[in-house]
């Protein structure tokens, strides 16, 4: 089958589009998908690059990808609620840079939903509500969302507003326009932030929901008192590697299926519904797939990448 493989760590030259890869079979609860778009996140050059073996050991050769959206071309032993033919989206076990792909955490794809989007939810839905929810933000507060305006802030800052949070969002100042749009006020990124973020929302920040990383944490403690009488547990962080440094939690994916097909199903009928937007950066075919890891590692993507097998 068509597919990008690596057989070593390093930069995007190590990835090869074959046309000759196996195709893999689904084992017990599994489901195997013929992939119609496959999501590219940056945690799949962190894994190209051998940065996260600790959490996430590589076979070689592997094939890269978590997140895809495509048809059920065959059932594991023991599935239960899907059948041959059905369209679905989610996460891949074997990689979402091919023709094929197999998992066990998918969802049904409402009819609405364009691939595009159904692939860009999964990473970016399952981390906007799953951070809200660990952070408690409710209406009436003042969320700080640093990075609002890639596809994990995007969605954050829909869910948030709609709860009824006031969300300053840091972003470029093209993409300010972008995030009144969402209902979110903007500062600029940079030396003086916490000033801005201040006088954005003088009724002080209530939590802060750390997207970008790029040194903001002590940003984010200061905005919430300082170190010695921060509230750090509404702090949270899913870019930044120092964040321990901090007494700061790194948010992971939640565990709990359940929970995460309620979020996703909720978002998917709010997509097809008008009230919940996504952003889509660039659609690119897989054979383009280092270039596509190459955009998203200048951390400077407008939206979501997608490849089309």
Same mark, same amino acid.
């Given at each position: ?42 945690? %799949? ?36 609620? &899907? ?33 595009? %989007? ?91 929901? %750390? ?5 903001? &944490? ?57 009230? &919940? ?27 979501? &990448?997608?490849?089309?097998?």
């Amino acid at each position: 089958m068509e597919a990008i493989v690596f057989e070593e760590f390093g930069g995007s030259e190590v990835l090869r589009h074959v046309t000759s890869a196996e195709v893999p079979e689904p084992g017990p609860g599994e489901v195997r998908l013929r992939v119609a778009a496959a999501g590219v996140n940056p945690m %799949d050059w962190k894994v190209r690059r051998g940065l996260l073996e600790e959490f996430f050991p590589t076979t070689f050769p592997a094939v890269p990808g978590i997140e895809v959206a495509g048809t059920v071309d065959a059932l594991g032993e023991g599935v239960t609620g &899907l059948a041959v033919g059905d369209e679905v989206f989610g996460w891949s076990r074997t990689g979402g840079y091919a023709r094929y792909a197999v998992g066990d955490r998918l969802l049904p794809k409402p009819a609405g939903l364009s691939w595009e %989007d159904a692939v860009g939810l999964p990473v970016a839905g399952e981390t906007a509500a799953r951070v809200l929810a660990a952070l408690g933000v409710r209406e009436g507060e003042t969320l700080f969302l640093h990075g609002a305006a890639g596809i994990v802030g995007t969605v954050a800052v829909q869910l948030a507003v709609a709860a009824g949070v006031t969300v300053v969002g840091s972003a470029s100042a093209s993409n300010h326009a972008y995030l009144r749009g969402l209902g979110a006020i903007p500062v600029a990124y940079g030396d003086g932030l916490a000033e801005r973020v201040r006088a954005a929302a003088p009724q002080g920040v209530d939590a802060v929901f %750390d997207a970008a990383g790029h040194g903001v &944490l002590p940003v984010a403690v200061e905005l919430l008192g300082g170190e010695g009488t921060a509230r750090k547990e509404r702090i949270a962080t899913i870019a930044a590697t120092d964040a321990a440094e901090f007494g700061i939690p790194y948010s992971v994916p939640e565990q709990d299926f359940s929970r995460v097909r309620e979020w996703l199903t909720a978002q998917a009928a709010g997509v097809v519904a008008g009230t &919940l937007r996504l952003r889509l950066a660039d659609t690119l075919p897989l054979k383009e797939a280092a270039r596509a890891q190459d955009l998203s590692e200048t951390g400077h993507v407008r939206g979501k &990448l997608v490849l089309l097998p």
